[in-house]
């Protein structure tokens, strides 16, 4: 009976198997991820590189509000310098305020201010893109289903339409896309930005940067949980054999197997 | 309490013992008969003690940084996430603490029904059980509102729906559960506050859990009374203690791989989208642990009567004493009801699935049978087994092999030992 238990089990596997494949979802992109697996570490290079094309080209419609300037430059992330973010966070227009005239008035940004916002609200940024509002990127990868692989085919996903596909105004194509109609247009370009780095700006490899960079916004401690769940699992499992053989030692008093 | 009298050595242990007898609760604890053939399957209870003891330190701890707001409950926990030292250590310990809770309490209750621990004379231990299951229930759908996410806000939209199928009054007590007219900032904060109130009753029934246990004692995989204290037990300290021990370290090591490294995949992406009452999500899911309650709820054409059956489904585990009529406690010895008993596992699983699934087609069909099936199991199936099955000859304790040598018996036993 156990036999039938096993059987209904794969039964159940594989039929969620076929149904993923029948739905016509279109296979995301598959490339190596820096920050996959047990050692998983961030590129360094990418992540700054993936700052500058956030800053260059998403951050104009895009915001990302639960990053600071200071972020940028610790440890586990793009890790600038101190003095380079405190020149990124300069480069800003950061309003504060009021002062004791009760103004608001703009200064440039420091360390501690939150990423500017592209836009002052929701309505507004509404308002500049035809209806649709572009989502927040600060956990952006966490929030949809394909994470990293589904944010880094999206970019690469503007395709022509099929035959007798219609698109109304301000609508695109994109094979990732639910519905596969998406409101943004293709957002990169070869050579929109210039790496500093002398690294080519394809667009898939710009995908490739701004995608780690947004996978490190979600998860920014990411490289710290993954070094303490190796020390963490592997002094769990030395104590787990240093208990096993004690258990077997004191049970060895009793007939009875453990 | 325990079978001798027990008096502290010291003369002031004394004075205090006879004050208030925590030494003598101490000794028992220790002392405790538990019959030696206990397997692995056993050592559950403690690790669900340890669950919930993680649950309420974590909660505790993420309580001082959470804001319980509306406008504000999404930012402070990226705000635990980002720049609480460790935050995101304790948040994911905490959310994924809940389905692990959720995996041992279920291991925990199909052990019971395998090897008839509800039975009498532990009916009480057993409904104690399952009112703390019920209470987890609750406590996890209202933790899991407080992120403030898409599938908080529109889960919890459709749970307290439920309550709008009774007639008459529905309307008003969905009103009255929200404290408005959608759930909204004051459904929010009584979320919480129940939310935080909750562990500490099922901390006090996990006592009287206990209490109740160590009054007839263990079950154990044969099922059979046993002499206590005699040579089928051992003290519970050291030798359950260290088992438990090593059982929980195994479990921990399960827990830590998802706390550091998938820490997200039990959990809805949707929930990492800030709650939005003008936007309905594509699919609204309950987290798997409730998955085979809502197939049920779902199954059934009629919202009052699919909110009877989801309730039903769960209160009929509290009547299973008086259902299963067989006299043998454990499945070892009841051939047919090992069957039927590995059938319900796959129904149950079955159901989990379907309840992942959007309610249409082949998965609305399949999600009615195995609801059917699961109430054919406790109402006609179990009643009746306890009637008809030829059971296997019973040994007489643990340590005397049945008289005659049943064959079933040995296998019994490498079956055990092979899981040790």
Avoid at chain 1, 139 to 157: H, N
Avoid at chain 1, 249 to 258: A, D, F, L, Y
Avoid at chain 2, 202 to 212: C, D, E, S
């Amino acid at each position: 009976m156990r036999n039938l238990f096993w059987i209904s089990l794969f039964f159940l596997l594989t039929t969620n198997f076929t149904v993923l494949k029948s739905a016509e979802k279109e296979e995301y992109l598959k490339t190596n991820w820096s920050f996959k697996g047990i050692f998983g570490k961030f590129d360094r290079g990418a992540l700054q590189r993936g700052y500058q094309v956030y800053t260059e080209v998403c951050a104009s419609c895009h915001s990302m509000k639960y990053l600071s300037y200071r972020n940028l430059a610790e440890k586990g992330g793009p890790e600038f310098s101190e003095a380079e973010a405190k020149a990124i966070a300069a480069s800003f227009e950061v309003t504060d305020g009021p002062n004791t005239d009760g103004e608001m008035f703009t200064r440039p940004g420091k360390l501690s201010d939150k990423f500017v916002m592209p836009y002052e609200n929701v309505e507004a940024a509404k308002a500049a893109n035809g209806g649709a509002y572009p989502p927040d990127m600060s956990v952006l990868i966490k929030a949809r289903s394909g994470g990293a692989d589904y944010i880094y085919s999206l970019l690469q996903g503007y395709v022509e339409p099929p035959e007798g596909t219609s698109l109304d105004e301000g609508v695109y194509y994109n094979k990732y896309m639910y519905g596969k109609k998406i409101k943004m247009a293709s957002p990169l370009s070869d050579g929109i930005v210039e790496y500093s780095d002398g690294t080519e700006t394809s667009i898939e490899q710009m995908s490739k940067d701004v995608t780690t960079f947004l996978m490190w916004a979600a998860e920014p401690h990411l490289e710290a949980r993954h070094k303490m769940g190796f020390k963490a699992i592997v002094y769990l499992i030395i104590l787990t054999i240093l208990v096993y053989f004690s258990m077997k030692k004191i049970w060895s008093r009793v007939e009875t197997e453990v | 309490m325990s079978e001798h009298e027990y008096t502290p050595k010291s003369k002031a242990g004394k004075w205090f013992n006879d004050r208030l007898p925590l030494l003598s609760l101490a000794n028992h604890l220790t002392d405790y008969p538990t019959p030696k053939n206990l397997n692995y399957w056993w050592t559950f209870g403690g690790i669900l003690t340890f669950c919930l003891i993680t649950q309420i330190v974590t909660g505790l701890t993420l309580a001082m940084h959470y804001i319980a707001h509306a406008d504000m409950a999404f930012d402070s926990v990226e705000h635990i996430m980002r720049d609480v030292n460790y935050g995101w250590l304790i948040r994911y310990i905490h959310a994924n603490g809940a389905s692990m809770f959720f995996l041992a309490v279920y291991i925990h209750i199909f052990r019971s029904l395998f090897y008839g621990s509800y039975k009498s004379p532990r009916e009480i231990i057993w409904i104690i059980g399952i009112i703390i299951y019920l209470l987890m229930m609750a406590a996890a759908f209202m933790g899991y509102v407080l992120p403030w996410g898409q599938m908080s806000f529109w889960g919890a939209t459709v749970i307290t729906n439920l309550f709008s199928a009774i007639p008459l009054v529905g309307e008003g007590i969905v009103t009255w559960l929200w404290g408005g007219y959608s759930v909204d900032n004051p459904t929010l904060t009584r979320f919480f506050t129940l939310h935080y109130l909750i562990p500490f009753l099922i901390l006090g029934l996990v006592v009287l859990h206990i209490w109740a246990l160590h009054v007839p004692g263990n079950n154990n995989p044969i099922g059979i009374d046993i002499k206590k204290p005699s040579k089928d037990t051992v003290p519970f300290h050291p030798y359950i203690v260290i088992k438990d021990g090593f059982a929980l370290l195994m479990f921990i090591i399960v827990f830590a791989f998802f706390v550091f490294y998938t820490p997200n995949i039990l959990g809805h992406a949707d929930n990492y989208i800030e709650a939005d009452p003008l936007v309905t999500p594509a699919h609204i899911v309950p987290e798997w642990y409730l998955l085979p309650f809502y197939a049920i709820l779902r199954s059934v054409p009629d919202k009052l009567l699919g909110v009877v059956a989801m309730l039903s489904a769960i209160l009929i585990l509290a009547a299973l004493p008086w259902l299963d009529t067989s006299k043998i406690r454990s499945a070892v010895f009841r051939p047919l009801y090992k069957q039927f008993y590995w059938i319900l596992v796959a129904d149950v699983l079955i159901l989990g699935y379907v309840g992942a699934m959007p309610a249409e087609g082949l998965y609305l069909l399949i999600a009615r049978v195995a609801t059917a099936y699961y109430f054919l199991h406790f109402l006609v199936i179990l009643p009746v087994l306890g009637f008809k099955e030829k059971t296997l000859p019973v040994p007489m304790s643990i340590t005397e092999p049945v008289l005659g040598g049943s064959v079933n018996m040995a296998a019994a036993r490498s079956k055990e030992s092979s899981r040790n």
